[in-house]
């Protein structure tokens, strides 16, 4: 049966129509091609392909779809993808288009079927995640074991597949780049069988994942960069499209676009961004990979301006660059580090262009590459990479092949002298020396330059260790060590370089969100950044699909939360009728439910916190300990907002303030407040240190009468 309705009948058939359209002229012409080659094929009943397997995991839907029931009388188009795949994400905009010009009232509804690469990729929370972050509205079908796949004869992702009233094949696209034909394919059809009153004008029980979760402060962070002597952070807040730039403490300092996805320059308050990933902060600059806008940008803290260095807004092919920046296409940029090639420090952004599997340079000064000529300021050019999708290592930069590149760390000083790079689909740590451009294995995968499946999670000497789609990679020059964010295992590991041995350093292996106490009893989900501060004492880690920040403490080896205050200095800072959530609290946080406390309108609470810590323990300088306010089910109590501060002297009690708003939007609610603490502290004499978090809920009696301006509370914890 199979045989009889794979991709391998269909193809010398549809070859036919492929030769007639590329000799055809006119959209006419293309037209009544697809009307000839729709009516020779409904002459054949051999076609009709597999239903779904049933008992298979479905997204994005109120239940499992059949072709022979939900999806009979639709044109179907099936999107064999898997989420790490970069030729995937860039078909998603032709999807995307194609559903804004034909619904499923016309007749089409387009299905994902999440066909896995990678183990990890196989578990339904991972896709979910992946739907989110690619904003994927259409159905998608968890196809764990790639049954339909298998079925079809499908052989690459992505690979499209339309389908007839009848669940009979019709055409298929391999690969990217089709948007035209794909256009052409589906009207086509939809005329074809629309004309033979073959369509049927029914709903498809649409029901989105992402509007049953609530509002969070990050959403899937992609990278985070270090200013140590700054003492900011600048986070890719990749689901929000944004940019985060915060102090060590985590207080907000400057939001940046977000929370709709757009192509802007300008002042803080218009500049838009679309899903950025990579990011390198210095002074008052920040350099971004615009990933889905496929640009670089620059944002001017000083100036409070955001401008493009590269790109031209649209996905390009150019392998070779050399244009200046503003007039390069470039492909899905997703990491930058800054560097010196020919020049002074930090003259080049290097960028990880994933997009075309190569390593670009940005010339923000003159400057040279390697036995390259010389490049003027703003010029834009590949370094390393033939633009072929291998694990293909090299002498000569050009002649290396990368797989995505996801992932880059500067490491210039010697013995190193090289950029690291996190080859995320060939699940490899790659060198590229900043001497002469050679490419070197330096962990994981395998030594066959066409296997990008050498995949797993092993600790042991280069090839002999396995990773899984690593994102990130930070270099610690202190310790002369690499650390690596290894996604797909949801591990932090760090390699020393000059063994070449890669060993685990946080992690259990297993996603999840829990924070020890110790680096091996952590769990993270899908860690897509990492980098290095306060000397090589800390990792900050973007825990993507936690939506959040961690930070690992190199010397204590313990897991912290990072908050991040929402109270923005910035004059774009988020609107605050948006409620935001508080950051969460480790499961071992103390939790005090106080005695209900009466209040009216306009009134003010004022709550005093007397907190101690053990015998012999002091705050921990510079970490941010925090507190932060929220209403969670009741946030017209604080406007929709979650007021947040720093800790920084417990040596006396401190006041947390709220004014009840004036306008009680229901008196026969029983609504609270909730007051969490998060406090850092290490031992007097030794090096120890630890987080603890405490909550106090309190509840308020809502009256009408108003007595007293202030109300105190008094809230007491001993750690």
Not at 79 to 104: G, Q, V
Not at 259 to 275: L, Q
Not at 500 to 526: H, I, M, V, W, Y
Not at 664 to 690: Q, R
Request: proline share 6%.
């Amino acid at each position: 049966m199979a045989s009889q309705c794979s991709l391998s009948t269909l193809f010398p058939i549809q070859s036919e129509l492929d030769c007639a359209l590329d000799d055809a002229t006119t959209e006419q012409e293309k037209e009544k091609l697809v009307k000839d080659y729709l009516e020779k094929l409904d002459e054949k009943e051999d076609l009709r392909i597999p239903d779904f397997q049933t008992g298979l995991e479905w997204l994005n839907t109120e239940g499992p779809l059949s072709l022979n029931k939900e999806l009979s009388g639709k044109v179907v188009l099936l999107d064999f993808f898997t989420y790490c795949c970069i030729n995937c994400m860039h078909i998603l905009p032709d999807l995307h288009r194609l559903e804004k010009k034909h619904s499923a009232k016309d007749g089409l509804v387009i299905v994902g079927v999440h066909s896995a690469k990678f183990p990890n990729e196989k578990a339904l929370d991972n896709v979910r995640s992946a739907v989110l972050r690619y904003d994927i509205c259409h159905p998608v079908v968890n196809d764990s074991e790639a049954r339909l796949w298998h079925d079809l004869e499908v052989s690459c992702w992505p690979t499209l597949v339309l389908l007839g009233p009848r669940g009979n094949l019709l055409f298929s696209l391999v690969g990217e780049g089709h948007r035209d034909k794909l256009a052409l394919f589906a009207a086509g059809a939809l005329r074809h069988y629309g004309e033979r009153g073959l369509l049927k004008t029914h709903a498809v029980g649409i029901k989105l994942y992402r509007d049953s979760l609530p509002p969070s402060v990050l959403s899937f962070p992609g990278k985070v960069a270090v200013d140590d002597v700054a003492k900011r952070l600048a986070i890719a807040d990749t689901g929000h499209h944004r940019i985060l730039v915060v102090s060590s403490a985590g207080r907000l300092l400057h939001v940046v676009g977000g929370p709709k996805s757009g192509r802007r320059d300008g002042d803080f308050s218009e500049a838009t961004f679309s899903s950025p990933q990579g990011v390198a902060i210095k002074g008052e600059a920040v350099y971004v990979a615009d990933t889905e806008n496929h640009l670089i940008r620059k944002i001017d803290l000083s100036e409070g301006r955001v401008s493009t260095l590269a790109g031209v807004g649209a996905q390009g092919t150019d392998r070779e660059g050399g244009a200046m920046g503003p007039q390069q296409p470039i492909s899905s940029p997703w990491d930058v580090t800054l560097g010196c090639a020919g020049g002074g420090e930090g003259n080049v952004l290097w960028i990880a262009m994933a997009g075309t599997h190569q390593i670009w340079a940005l010339f923000l000064a003159d400057g040279k590459l390697p036995k390259g000529s010389e490049s003027k300021a703003g010029t834009c050019v590949r370094w390393a990479g033939s633009g072929n999708e291998e694990n293909r290592n090299n002498a000569y930069p050009h002649k290396a092949g990368f797989a995505q590149p996801s992932g880059l760390a500067s490491a210039p000083e010697e013995p190193w002298g090289c950029l690291y790079v996190a080859d995320s689909e060939s699940s490899t740590i790659r060198t590229l020396a900043l001497k002469d451009g050679a490419v070197k294995s330096l962990v994981g995968g395998e030594r066959d330059p066409l296997n990008l499946f050498a995949f797993g999670d092993v600790d042991g000497k280069g090839v002999d260790s396995k990773l899984q789609h690593p994102l990130g990679v930070a270099w610690a020059p202190e310790q002369s060590r690499l650390y690596v964010a290894d996604s797909y295992n949801h591990k932090i590991k760090v390699v020393d370089p000059k063994a070449k041995q890669c060993s685990t350093l946080a992690g259990t292996g297993e996603a999840g969100d829990t924070l020890g106490p110790e680096f091996n009893q952590s769990r993270f989900n899908e860690p897509g950044g990492i980098c290095v501060g306060d000397g090589g004492k800390l990792l900050y880690v973007a825990d993507t699909n936690n939506h959040e920040v961690k930070v690992l403490d190199l010397f204590s080896k313990t897991v912290s939360l990072f908050p991040i205050s929402t109270d923005c200095t910035d004059s774009a800072a988020p609107n605050p009728s948006a409620p935001t959530k508080a950051p969460a609290l480790p499961k071992s946080a103390a939790r005090k439910d106080m005695p209900p406390v009466s209040v009216s309108a306009g009134q003010t609470l004022v709550m005093s916190l007397a907190l101690s810590l053990p015998e012999g323990t002091k705050l921990t300088e510079g970490a941010p300990s925090c507190w932060a306010l929220s209403a969670e089910g009741n946030e017209w109590l604080l406007e929709g907002r979650v007021v947040t501060g720093d800790i920084v002297d417990l040596s006396k009690p401190f006041s947390v303030a709220t004014k009840i708003p004036a306008v009680i939007k229901d008196f026969h609610s029983n609504p609270s407040l909730t007051l969490g603490v998060w406090l850092y502290f290490c031992m007097e004499t030794g090096n120890a240190c630890m987080m603890k978090a405490a909550s106090f809920r309190q509840p308020l009696e809502i009256g009408a009468d108003r007595g007293a301006e202030e109300i105190p509370v008094t809230l007491v914890h001993a750690f």
